[in-house]
């Protein structure tokens, strides 16, 4: 018999089928039979992640990280926020061309670290693109401006 679990982070609901630990697609962990029974509503639900640390299929170096007893997964950097920087690095030599571009990579790539689903780090480096994408475009209309 399945029961439903409503993870507290995100609110999706899961099939959990057996004793044990899951990971939600957010990340939180969490244990059953804690979950609460009850009989699926119409709507489907997903499968999560179920953790067998006694299995020896659990790879300790994937994308679940042990610590402390607890699975964690681990987290990666924002490629968009490695982008607007070298973008934003590469618009000052070359007149403030790319710096339009890095400027709106840079708001994204912050955009998809503040959101949990993606579990990225990388806010300074997309905050350092951003500064310098801007201070190119002030840099290359203030260039332009002072030609007319």
């Not at 920087?85 to 339009?100: E, N």
């Amino acid at each position: 018999m399945a029961y439903i679990y409503t993870c507290q982070e995100c609110g999706r609901q899961y099939s959990v089928y057996q004793d044990g630990e899951y990971v939600c697609d957010c990340g939180c962990l969490f244990e059953y039979p804690v979950a609460t029974a009850g009989a699926n509503a119409g709507y489907a639900t997903a499968a999560p992640v179920f953790i067998d640390s006694s299995s020896r299929g659990v790879k300790r170096d994937s994308y679940i990280a042990h610590r402390g007893g607890r699975a964690l997964l681990k987290k990666k950097q924002c490629p968009l926020a490695t982008v607007s920087l070298i973008m934003a690095v590469l618009s000052i030599p070359l007149f403030g061309v790319l710096a339009l571009p890095a400027l709106i990579f840079g708001v994204a790539a912050r955009i998809m670290i503040a959101d949990r689903r993606f579990r990225y780090y990388g806010d300074g480096t997309a905050v350092a693109g951003i500064v310098i994408a801007t201070f190119a475009i002030a840099g290359w209309a203030v260039w332009v401006f002072r030609l007319f």
